[in-house]
Structures are given as structure tokens and as C-alpha cells.
T-cell receptor
Framework: DSGVTQTPKHLITATGQRVTLRCSPR?????VYWYQQSLDQGLQFLIQ???????AKGNILERFSAQQFPDLHSELNLSSLELGDSALYFC??????????????FGPGTRLTVL | GQQVMQIPQYQHVQEGEDFTTYCNSS?????IQWYKQRPGGHPVFLIQ?????EVKKQKRLTFQFGEAKKNSSLHITATQTTDVGTYFC????????FGTGTRLQVFP
């Protein structure tokens, strides 16, 4: 158990809908990262927040947005969902949010299925 | 953009055989991390390499960072069925870029 929690574990929805994925980082970690992992694919970095502020952006679609709240939990919002958005979405957290310095601890993931 | 490629994509070995996965970056890295993801699980941090030419060992696992800091390797000696999973390298620039991963299958 990494100490990072993600809800829900599974999500099934229809095309065109909007969903929100939630992540609570490890106690003491200030940075949160979001990744997308499609079937048999690697991890695609989406976005990183540090202490409430956006720090780095990856291959995140304009239909997707995220934020980190004062209590440091984060939400990833996915809208106008398409079939291709079906994937495993991981949240990770680290202490300082310095890429390559901090160890990232991954949550169990949310499996999103778009029908 | 920066790319981190891993080879092979898949590797099937007999238990007891050795296994190596190679990681190559298109740009020089500050450091590199390795993660393991078991089937159905989430990535778990294994190790970080920082120095040029650095070699680190964890029991049967040997990690190496290239002299030019653009490539890295993970070698597992005498694989066991518990080694099954996908091994990712992750290279650092201003953000961590994960490699494409190598999926290891070990047959008993």
C-alpha cells in the first residue's frame, strides 16, 4: 500500500459524458501527478500540481482539466468523453515535486470505461 | 519532443534464466528511475540512478546508468516467477518521462 488513494476504482460511462477522478496523496506529500495508461501502453504523463499550483503539463487534452485543493487532494476532470479515453488513470504523489529527484508513489488507479 | 524507448517490448524467459531490459533517451538525462508494475497493479519505485556510469544492485537486480547519461539497463539474474511484470524506466528533464516498458513473463 503506497498511501496514495484514488476513487472510484472503476468507472463506466457513456460517450459525451463528464467524470471526475479523485486522488488523495500520501501524508506529507505536496505534489500530485496524473498519468494515463491505455491497454498495453506505457504511462503518459498528463499534469503535475505542487502545493495547489500547476507545475508541469504533459500530453493532457483540452477536454481534460485538473486541480489541487488546499487540503492537497486532487481531482482530474474528463469531459466530452470519447471511446479512446478508456484507460487506467493513475495518480502519484511525491514530497517536493522535483522531477527525477523525488520518488513518485502511485495510487491503485481508476479504470475508466467509456461505452 | 523527448522520447524514452525501451527494448525489448516483451520478453519470455524460463525460470532461472537471466533477463535484461534497455532504456534509451533521445536527450541527456539528469537521472533515471526504474519502476515495476505487476499485472493488474500500479507502478512501484525500484531505484534511482544519478551519476554517469553508476551501477546499483538490489539482490538479483543490477541497474546501470550509461556514461553519456542517455541510456540505462536493468539486468535480473536467475529470474523467478515473482519477477513477472512490466519494467519501466523514467527519465528526468523538467518532468519525468516514462519509457515504453518491457513486459517480462517467466515460465516455471
Amino acid at each position: 500500500d503506497s498511501g496514495v488513494t484514488q476513487t472510484p476504482k472503476h468507472l463506466i460511462t457513456a460517450t459525451g459524458q463528464r467524470v471526475t477522478l479523485r486522488c488523495s496523496p500520501r501524508s506529507g506529500d505536496l505534489s500530485v501527478y496524473w498519468y494515463q495508461q491505455s491497454l498495453d501502453q506505457g504511462l503518459q504523463f498528463l499534469i503535475q500540481y505542487y502545493n495547489g499550483e500547476e507545475r508541469a503539463k504533459g500530453n493532457i487534452l483540452e477536454r481534460f482539466s485538473a486541480q489541487q485543493f488546499p487540503d492537497l487532494h486532487s481531482e482530474l476532470n474528463l469531459s466530452s468523453l470519447e471511446l479512446g479515453d478508456s484507460a487506467l488513470y493513475f495518480c502519484a504523489s511525491s514530497v517536493e515535486g522535483l522531477a527525477g529527484v523525488d520518488t513518485q508513489y502511485f495510487g491503485p488507479g481508476t479504470r475508466l470505461t467509456v461505452l | 519532443g523527448q522520447q524514452v524507448m525501451q527494448i525489448p517490448q516483451y520478453q519470455h524467459v524460463q525460470e532461472g534464466e537471466d533477463f535484461t531490459t534497455y532504456c534509451n533517451s533521445s536527450t541527456t538525462l539528469s537521472n533515471i528511475q526504474w519502476y515495476k508494475q505487476r499485472p493488474g497493479g500500479h507502478p512501484v519505485f525500484l531505484i534511482q540512478l544519478v551519476k554517469s556510469g553508476e551501477v546499483k544492485k538490489q539482490k538479483r537486480l543490477t541497474f546501470q546508468f550509461g556514461e553519456a547519461k542517455k541510456n540505462s539497463s536493468l539486468h535480473i539474474t536467475a529470474t523467478q516467477t515473482t519477477d513477472v511484470g512490466t519494467y519501466f524506466c523514467a527519465g528526468d528533464t523538467d518532468k519525468l518521462i516514462f519509457g515504453t516498458g518491457t513486459r517480462l513473463q517467466v515460465f516455471p
